[in-house]
């Protein structure tokens, strides 16, 4: 059996840990730049606030309300997501549990019998929230896609099913896949949910698993669609899970926190954006080799050469797969020059990494001397010293010292558990 912890309205149960007068209470949480609304507590949700829509367009109805509003504080909610994840394998050991994102966890369940599923997902919740103070949802199941399907129904409604919810037999799942749109099955997006109503008339996630493997590898991408079907099936896709252990791509990219239309203003946050990429791609020991950079322009630009609000991009392919952030940061700055037109405002740039394979497969260079062979070491105390100093205590010239770039976060909160003097005091 597998199971997924999923952290209920994480960003907004962030926030109210420490800031407890905001329980029962509307709050909301923005993205970057403070642009969309990113997270919604249910009382936010209740009174109509959408998911993902622009902030200035919810401003009066959060004005009305009188909801409480909050900037990303991304260190807060990356500490505590380590904490739930912590918890869970102190629980269950490392090996059983699979992080999916920051709120979320894949368990594996196998070791126990099924009279135990039931109040070892009582006791999972109970400890997270008692350890963590973050409230979580559980979906028990045969696989990894019932188990999002579970995790939803204990979410749908919390007061009936106390957020937890098992399909541990053939009535239970027959029972919640009628129960489910087929756009809500996870790996169903909007566009092949639409096909499937309009051309097959299915309109559930009932209706999808009786489909056969040749229809789904046909009509829902693929290899894709046939391991989709058959964990609706109750019948776990061992490559669906391999495919969750390492990322193919890895991305960082931002707003600017005002128009940006200096070069080196532009280089500068690009070389920032590819050295937190460098550290996500050692954080699972691989290496890339292929970089990407772009840049989208502001839409008021009239330049003749660029489409106005356009993104423009380029890559290079690497002459060997690395994760060293200074052989990436010298080609993203050839790119950047490549992208880069005078008198054009930019307010976004970013980073992606492709071609990624695990780092132990690189070859030594049999030219250099042993020391430039081994800079993983330094990569290494580069990545500790910033884990427990933050801030980015050592970084490479090129991604400056002022950051005028830098995004807004004019309504953040303290990071009160990773900041000294920001930490959290009790009167």
């Excluded at 997924?4 to 209470?25: A, G, M, T, W």
């Excluded at 505590?80 to 994102?101: A, C, D, H, P």
């Excluded at 709120?103 to 070791?111: H, K, Y």
């Excluded at 229809?215 to 693929?222: M, N, P, R, V």
């Amino acid at each position: 059996m597998k199971a997924i912890v999923d952290c209920n309205n994480f960003y907004c149960s962030c926030e109210r840990l420490f800031q407890p007068v905001y329980e029962h209470k509307p709050v909301v949480v923005l993205s970057n730049n403070d642009g969309c609304i990113i997270s919604r507590s249910d009382e936010a949700k209740e009174l109509g606030v959408e998911m993902a829509g622009p902030f200035f367009m919810a401003k009066d109805l959060v004005k009305k309300h009188e909801m409480q509003v909050f900037s990303s504080n991304y260190h807060l909610y990356g500490d505590l997501s380590w904490r739930v994840m912590e918890t869970l394998r102190i629980l269950l050991g490392k090996n059983n549990v699979e992080v999916y994102s920051v709120d979320e966890a894949f368990l594996n369940l196998d070791n126990f019998s099924a009279e135990e599923l039931p109040s070892l997902a009582e006791n999972i919740k109970q400890t997270v929230e008692k350890w963590t103070g973050i409230k979580v949802s559980v979906g028990v199941a045969p696989t990894k896609v019932l188990a999002k399907l579970a995790n939803r129904l204990a979410k749908k409604n919390k007061h009936k099913t106390g957020c937890i919810a098992l399909l541990d037999t053939e009535d239970k799942i027959v029972d919640a896949l009628r129960q489910t749109a087929v756009e809500d099955v996870w790996g169903i997006g909007r566009r092949y949910a639409d096909k499937l109503k309009e051309r097959w008339c299915i309109y559930d996630a009932l209706q999808l698993r009786n489909v056969n493997e040749d229809f789904a590898k046909t009509h829902l991408g693929g290899v894709t669609g046939v391991r989709l079907v058959r964990e609706l099936k109750g019948v776990p896709a061992k490559e669906m899970e391999d495919e969750l252990v390492t990322k193919k791509m890895i991305a960082t990219t931002r707003m600017f926190g005002d128009p940006v239309g200096s070069l080196s203003e532009i280089k500068e946050a690009v070389a920032t954006y590819t050295a937190r990429a460098a550290e996500k791609l050692r954080r699972q020991f691989g290496a890339a080799s292929v970089i990407s950079v772009f840049v989208v322009t502001k839409e008021e630009n009239h330049a003749v050469s660029f489409n106005r609000g356009a993104t423009h991009s380029n890559y290079i392919i690497l002459p060997y797969a690395t994760s060293f952030t200074n052989e990436l940061i010298k080609p993203a700055m050839t790119l950047v020059d490549n992208l880069f037109k005078e008198g054009v405002l930019y307010k976004k740039a970013g980073v992606m990494l492709s071609g990624i394979v695990p780092d132990q497969s690189i070859q030594g260079n049999l030219f250099l001397p042993a020391n430039k062979n081994n800079e993983r070491k330094l990569m290494d105390m580069i990545d500790n010293i910033n884990f427990s100093q933050r801030n980015d205590m050592l970084k490479f010239a090129s991604s400056g010292t002022t950051r005028n770039w830098k995004m807004r976060q004019d309504l953040r909160s303290p990071r009160y558990t990773t900041r000294w003097n920001e930490l959290f005091e009790v009167h």
